[in-house]
């Protein structure tokens, strides 16, 4: 059982192409993210949602757009794909911090190469 | 601002070597300390965690101390395995406007057998 599942796994796409990756989480979670990591390994946070409602927001291209139709999904659309795009996104959940836990569980990733 | 700070790698160690890899942080109060490990190919997950000052996280022979008076938090193993080989992320949590994990750039672990 998949505790963070994220498709597709590769995506090769041409510049200007609209994009989208999936993200589900089956722990019952409150917060979900999306972290983009680039050639060099780096991390750096993209979205927060907590119970579907966006509380983080860095400073990303409008040309990215998560949607999170339920606490359990959130999904990451982009447009108009540049070749800067290319790296690794990772999807991540964890429970209310609120609560106490405070571990992030993390998708498998999912490697974007715009060509 | 909050950041995190880790050696720079890659790190290459013979198995059986005793590892080390130094982390430092800057926060405003008092963040939750964590370190993710990142095995080829797949998503991160939570290593170990210390959430207070001198708490010492501890997990599959990794340990490390959160620091205060350093602001430090290095992750140590006594012997390390060539299934060790991975990339380790030092992070920390605040509360920011929304609960926010920040990443160091990462540290890549080669053991050679």
């Known amino acids: 059982d998949t505790a963070v599942s994220q498709t597709p796994k590769y995506l090769v796409t041409q510049m200007g192409n609209d994009k989208s990756i999936k993200c589900e989480q089956n722990l019952g979670h409150d917060t979900m993210y999306w972290y983009k990591q680039d050639s060099k390994k780096f991390l750096k946070i993209m979205f927060s949602y907590n119970n579907k409602e966006l509380i983080i927001n860095e400073t990303v291209p409008n040309r990215f757009s998560p949607k999170s139709p339920d606490k359990a999904h959130l999904n990451l659309h982009i447009n108009s794909l540049e070749l800067g795009d290319s790296a690794v996104y990772f999807c991540?959940?964890?429970?209310?911090?609120?609560?106490?836990?405070?571990?992030?569980?993390f998708g498998q990733g999912t490697r974007l190469t715009v060509v | 601002g909050n950041s995190v700070t880790q050696m720079e790698g890659p790190v290459t160690l013979s198995e059986e070597a005793f590892l080390t890899i130094n982390c430092t942080y800057t926060a405003t109060g008092y963040p939750s300390l964590f370190w993710y490990v990142q095995y080829p190919g797949e998503g991160l997950q939570l290593l170990l965690k210390?959430?207070?000052?001198?708490d010492k996280g501890s997990n599959k022979g990794f340990e490390a101390t959160y620091r205060k008076e350093t602001t430090s938090f290095h992750l140590e193993k006594g012997s390390v395995q060539v299934s060790d080989s991975a990339v380790y992320f030092c992070a920390l949590e605040r509360n920011t406007g929304g609960f926010k994990t920040i990443f160091g750039a990462g540290t890549r672990l080669f053991v050679k057998a």
């Open positions: 210390a959430t207070k000052a001198d």
């Open positions: 991540a959940s964890s429970q209310d911090r609120l609560m106490g836990d405070t571990e992030a569980f």
